[in-house]
């Protein structure tokens, strides 16, 4: 974790520091946490778009098993293409 200053106008303070105090919270947890979901998005909208992507090549024709897939990776000559030992 990594520490930084912010510079909060009145308003904003007062309503953190009242919001802190009714959730039993700081003001740094907040302000985290209101970061995180904005621009992390929540845990629930990162779940979803990962499970939208399950699936997704599963009937994308051309594409070979994944075992042959990695054995080609393995054999790749690219290295040796370039010289390196």
Do not use: C, P
């Not at 510079?7 to 919270?25: I, N, Q």
């Not at 992390?40 to 909208?45: C, P, R, S």
Request: aromatic share 6%; hydrophobic share 40%; proline share 0%.
């Amino acid at each position: 974790m990594r520490r930084t200053q912010l510079y909060l106008d009145d308003e904003l303070w007062a309503a953190l520091h009242a919001k802190a105090l009714l959730e039993g919270a700081t003001v740094s947890e907040l302000v985290r946490v209101a970061v995180r979901e904005r621009y992390l998005g929540t845990h629930e909208d990162r779940r979803a778009a990962m499970l939208h992507l399950v699936g997704l090549w599963k009937d994308r024709a051309g594409i070979e098993d994944t075992e042959s897939f990695v054995r080609n990776l393995r054999d790749d000559d690219r290295q040796q293409r370039r010289g390196a030992k």
